[in-house]
Structures are given as C-alpha cells and as structure tokens.
C-alpha cells in the first residue's frame, strides 16, 4: 500500500506554504486525530493560522 501512495506525495513548496505554516497545521491536525477537537473548530483555527 505504501509503494502504491508515493506518487502522490508532494513537497509543502508545491502547496505554499512555509514552515510555521506546516508547524501550526500539524499541531491542530494532531488535536482532530486524537478525537479532543471536533472539526469545525479545527478548520477555524487552521483558516486563522494559515493567512
């Protein structure tokens, strides 16, 4: 399954963003991933975090 999902990684510089744009969004994902956010709130702190 791994072999077959390569293809489609991308660099973050493919997407814009840099890195305290990954930052914030790896730290609210991790918070959607462990069920402790729901993901409207999420998606509101990421939309405030990435512009």
């Given at each position: 399954?791994?072999?077959?999902?390569?293809?489609?990684f991308?660099?973050?510089?493919?997407?814009?963003?840099?890195?305290?744009?990954?930052?914030?969004?790896?730290?609210?994902?991790?918070?959607?991933?462990?069920?402790?956010?729901?993901?409207?709130?999420?998606?509101?702190?990421?939309?405030?975090?990435?512009?």
């Amino acid at each position: 399954m791994y072999r077959e999902i390569i293809p489609s990684f991308r660099w973050t510089t493919d997407i814009h963003l840099n890195t305290r744009q990954v930052d914030a969004m790896h730290r609210e994902l991790k918070w959607f991933w462990s069920r402790m956010e729901e993901e409207d709130t999420i998606c509101r702190r990421l939309e405030e975090a990435l512009t």
